[in-house]
């Protein structure tokens, strides 16, 4: 792998970098200092609801059945070929805007082509932990990245805080104010790199030719790996300098919620701009062509580029075009709540606990967020630098894996 500015000092969090990740997300910086707390997430699938927003409005008319579906602890490629069966159609005929968590409850829109053809009808769908909540014609096919972004409501669980005398609601409110009045960094989160970095490898034998027979949508998986990992360093470095949310000479700036971007023309009031959140720097998301960036900034991507110089070529050899990122990200509609109430405890979590053999769970607070963010953009990153989150299927697996 290239050398990258993380490998050679330890992480900020006081960790030495994985040498079996090569994207290690514990090594990168945070905006705010490493959290104090931690806490699990996605401890049953009620614990991560996802809901995708639309910019659009469906027409009602045209030969494309747009269901609205929800789906709980199920795949999401798995819930297309049940709907094709349903419709008897093809796979091919359906369209969705992309994956969402197996382990959460989702309520995503599926386009169905069908021409001429009646609705098939809902209550005829008959699956455990799926639902059609509802479904209306449009005259398009759902794209895939069809959508304007997500609406998260998030449950933290077991929080805790690494000095016993820590106020854990007071040490939380005070970075869930900041989050909320200043954003966070826009890192590509850890499902861009599959498990323990896995994209990212297999992006490197793409690029040296040891992966001949490749399907297309793996290989812009793994290229997209390869050049979200190149972003995630450069907005690292920016973080280091102190310079993630505020304008340096030569910045490539974006309008708050678009995808348009201008050049740095030293023109007055920009830095006011960024302050107050109305544009933001970008990063570079690298490929073929020269960097729109100037001066400072410039300087910076040059940098992380020359660390990556085998991944830049690689990319340019396969054509991937140059594009812009935002730095920062901000959560729209950012509430919290405490959950004092354990009225909600159920069977599932108590076996969810028992299997961890995690105890004091019930006396702990439990912290449910309500954000909606952009598309592309990523839930944990959000949580990242709230508290120290943990996965529970992801420390499940590790328990497992150790115990196997």
């Given amino acids: 792998m290239p050398q990258s500015i993380l490998n050679s000092t330890p992480c900020q969090n006081g960790t030495e970098p994985s040498q079996d990740n090569p994207a290690d997300l ?225 910045d490539i700036l974006q309008l708050e919620g678009s995808n348009k971007w201008f050049v740095d023309d030293q023109s007055e009031g920009l830095s006011e701009r960024v302050m107050v959140q109305d544009i933001h720097p970008t990063g570079a998301l690298f490929g073929k062509g020269d960097l729109p960036t100037k001066m400072v900034a410039r300087e910076i991507e040059d940098a992380v580029g020359d660390g990556f110089k085998s991944w830049v070529s690689g990319l340019v050899e396969y054509g991937v075009d140059q594009d812009r990122r935002a730095l920062r990200l901000l959560p729209k509609d950012f509430e919290w709540q405490w959950v004092m109430d354990s009225s909600e405890e159920d069977e599932a979590l108590h076996e969810a606990f028992s299997v961890l053999e995690v105890d004091g769970w019930k006396a702990a607070p439990v912290l449910r967020l309500s954000f909606s963010l952009r598309s592309g953009s990523y839930a944990t990153m959000v949580m990242r630098e709230l508290i120290q989150g943990s996965d529970y299927q992801a420390v499940l697996k590790d328990r497992q894996r150790v115990h196997s």
């Fill in 26 to 250: 514990a090594c990168l910086n945070y905006a705010f200092g490493v959290p104090d707390c931690q806490a699990l997430y996605k401890v049953i699938p009620e614990d991560f609801v996802v809901e995708e927003q639309i910019a659009f409005e469906l027409s009602g008319e045209g030969e494309h059945l747009w269901c609205w579906v929800e789906k709980r602890g199920e795949n999401t490629d798995w819930v297309l070929q049940q709907l094709a069966k349903w419709a008897s159609v093809s796979p091919s005929k359906i369209g969705v805007a992309g994956q969402k968590d197996r382990h959460a409850v989702t309520r995503q829109w599926f386009s169905i082509q069908l021409p001429g053809l009646v609705n098939p009808k809902v209550d005829e769908f008959r699956l455990n932990n799926v639902t059609i909540l509802k479904t209306t014609r449009h005259q398009r096919k759902l794209q895939t990245g069809g959508l304007s972004g997500n609406r998260f409501t998030v449950t933290l669980r077991n929080i805790t805080c690494n000095a016993a005398e820590t106020d854990v609601i007071e040490t939380l409110q005070a970075r869930l104010q900041k989050i909320q009045a200043e954003g966070v960094p826009n890192y590509f989160g850890e499902q861009r790199f599959g498990i323990h970095g896995r994209n990212i490898k297999q992006g490197e034998k793409l690029l040296v030719g040891e992966l001949p027979k490749v399907k297309r949508n793996q290989k812009s998986m793994y290229l997209s790996a390869i050049r979200s990992w190149m972003f995630n360093c450069l907005l690292n470095e920016r973080i280091k300098q102190g310079s993630w949310n505020r304008l340096l000479p030569g």
